[in-house]
């Protein structure tokens, strides 16, 4: 039901560099955003992933990978699909700081603290939410506190669709799980509750929204 959408997806976490050994990163596994691909592909979609640095498998061998690593790579690889893709869904756990200063060689111990200087990273959500066009954009809200109120609030900043909000200090819904607990927010002010599933029914989950999405707009609703 999803034949004829070119989907750009993004998974995984990024890395950013403090010297050649060492890096800032996050504990995003990949899984959420490699299964939104799967099921796309699945549905009859065109597939397109931009992955960050996962210990995950390929999800099919006619889905194109784009491996990147730091946050600057991503916006990059996401700002050149853009004008390729229908839909859009930003599922990774892009850094939002990196260091000022890359060293060069590895950092050596010496004294006993060391100041890291770090400067805030592109916001690749709100670049695609200001340049969506026609493209239906979903965007995800990995948080600890205030669940509802800042994906809320992501939602209406970055100009989405649809924003998929999970609290990650659960055990059975965080980064590395093989389940999610989420909540879909919609523009509307509506909030869909699924049970908690396997990260693949999720996806299939929010593929059924965007299938309902897409109809909505065809039919000028």
Same mark, same amino acid.
């Given at each position: ?25 996050? =504990? ?14 699945? =549905? ?11 210990? &995950? ?38 850094? /939002? ?47 600890? /506190? ?8 992501? &939602? ?15 055990? /059975? ?10 909540? &879909? ?9 699924? =049970? ?26």
């Amino acid at each position: 039901d999803l034949a004829g959408e070119r989907f750009l997806v993004t998974a995984g976490p990024t890395q950013e560099p403090i010297d050649p050994v060492r890096f800032l990163t996050n =504990r995003s596994s990949g899984k959420m955003g490699y299964a939104l691909a799967l099921m796309a592909k699945r =549905r009859g979609g065109e597939v397109v992933l931009i992955s960050g640095p996962t210990s &995950l498998r390929p999800p099919r061998p006619d889905i194109r990978i784009v491996s990147v690593r730091t946050a600057e790579e991503m916006r990059k690889a996401v700002s050149e699909h853009l004008p390729w893709s229908t839909v859009v869904i930003k599922a990774a756990a892009v850094s /939002d700081y990196r260091p000022k200063t890359t060293l060069n060689r590895k950092l050596k111990k010496g004294e006993r603290e060391l100041s890291l200087q770090l400067e805030q990273t592109a916001d690749i959500l709100a670049e695609i939410g200001r340049n969506k066009g026609d493209r239906l954009v979903v965007g995800f809200a990995a948080e600890t /506190d205030e669940l509802v109120a800042n994906a809320r609030k992501k &939602l209406t900043e970055k100009n989405l669709d649809l924003i998929v909000a999970n609290d990650v200090t659960r055990p /059975d819904a965080g980064f590395e799980a093989e389940t999610n607990l989420v909540k &879909l927010l919609f523009p509307s002010g509506e909030i869909r509750e699924p =049970r908690l599933a396997s990260k693949e029914e999720i996806a299939s989950l929010i593929l059924n929204e965007i299938a309902a999405l897409l109809r909505n707009r065809k039919a000028g609703l």
